[in-house]
């Protein structure tokens, strides 16, 4: 599976729009591109996930350009129930295993 | 609740000890995964279930380690002779095989 990178934190303020980029050059052609949030003492939770092109849901939007070698999640106005730990992962279409970098540690202040 | 349930929530043994964490998945889901998680770190995958047999299990996870899923049901983690290293926050998810996977609240482990 392909490694992430991703920034070890961002700061953001409340009403805001965050873009958190992702980086996974060596993604491969049967792999997606999945976000999961987390917050203090609970297991992650699953936000967005696509393939190609743009993504949106009531949570977030996912840009991926056609190289498919980064990736981008925007949070709409932030709010500061937004502070959490974003993981960018890339998941093989059949599923399995789920391999977590660091992730990026967003702090929304108001 | 339709989640994944984990007990217990908390567990503080002594090191030397076994020590035994029970998951629930979601009923309609054949996945079950195991995560363990430290301080700052993100989830690193243990093993995986699909019913009840055990697909893949990860080097984290020594000898000491067993894991369970008797009926394609609930499953069980159960640590031997825990040491002061064990200590983390061990992750249950539950999934239906696609990259969406649903996680439990977690069982934080404590070893003195």
């Known amino acids: 599976l392909a490694k992430t990178t991703q920034p070890i934190s961002m700061d953001s303020y409340e009403g805001q729009e965050v873009n958190i980029t992702c980086s996974h050059n060596n993604i491969a052609t049967n792999d997606y591109i999945t976000w999961y949030q987390q917050f203090p003492s609970q297991g992650p939770r699953f936000i967005i996930q696509?393939?190609?092109t743009k993504v949106t849901n009531e949570v977030a939007s996912l840009f991926i350009p056609a190289d498919r070698k980064s990736s981008t999640l925007s949070l709409p106005r932030v709010s500061l129930s937004d502070t959490a730990v974003y993981y960018c992962l890339v998941v093989a279409l059949q599923g399995g295993k789920l391999i977590f970098g660091q992730g990026t540690e967003l702090s929304v202040k108001p | 609740d339709t989640g994944v349930s984990q007990n217990p929530r908390h567990k503080i043994t002594k090191r030397g000890q076994n020590v035994t964490f029970r998951c629930d998945p979601i009923s309609e889901h054949n996945r079950l995964y195991w995560y363990r998680q430290t301080l700052g770190q993100g989830p690193e995958f243990l093993t995986y279930f699909q019913n009840e047999a055990q697909l893949e299990k990860s080097r984290l996870l020594s000898d000491r380690f067993s894991a369970e899923r008797p009926k394609g049901s609930f499953s069980t983690l159960e640590i031997q002779r825990t040491e002061q290293g064990d200590s983390a926050m061990y992750l249950c998810a539950s999934g239906t095989g696609l990259a969406e996977q649903y996680f439990g609240p977690g069982t934080r482990l404590t070893v003195t």
């Open positions: 696509g393939y190609k």
